[in-house]
């Protein structure tokens, strides 16, 4: 059966734009990162030191998803940007806006503004609850979600 050019071109485009979004699947390409908001929850203690108006938190914790975790902060008064650090080095990144609900307390409404390795382009919010535990010693916990 003969076909015109003009009907083979238009079954090639056609078959074309079906396999494209199949290959960009199958690659990852052309995919959102991660694509999935994934539960967050984020458990940490350590110290802090206080130079008035600022803030320096470090400590250990666990995190879904970063596993063991190293924990660091840095604030002005009541924006902290937070950075996570997983065993293998990966980096999540938070900006954490704080509420100071008593002496030892405050609470937070976060958002992720940065990462490295597997939380590169990554997003997400949640909420945090810090507390002073006595002396220069708090624990953080910080639940959410985030996409990578």
């Known amino acids: 059966m003969y076909q015109s050019w003009k009907s083979r071109a238009a079954a090639i485009a056609i078959a074309a734009a079906m396999l494209v979004p199949a290959l960009m699947f199958a690659t990852g390409a052309g995919a959102a990162k991660g694509g999935t908001d994934r539960p967050l929850k984020v458990s940490v203690e350590g110290t802090f030191v ?11 914790g666990n995190a879904s998803h970063l596993g063991k975790t190293s924990y660091v902060s840095s604030s002005g008064l009541f924006t902290f940007t937070e950075t996570l650090t997983a065993a293998n080095g990966d ?12 002496s030892t307390q405050a ?14 382009g990554a997003t997400g919010s949640g909420t945090s609850l810090t507390t002073h535990t006595g002396g ?8 959410g979600s985030i996409s990578y």
């Open 91 to 102: 980096t999540l990144t938070l900006v954490d806006n704080i509420t100071i609900v008593s």
């Open 136 to 143: 220069v010693a708090f624990t953080q916990t910080w639940t």
């Open 107 to 120: 609470t937070g409404v976060w958002t992720v503004t940065g990462g490295t390795g597997r939380f590169a």
């Open 50 to 60: 206080s130079n008035f108006p600022n803030l320096t938190y470090t400590g250990t």
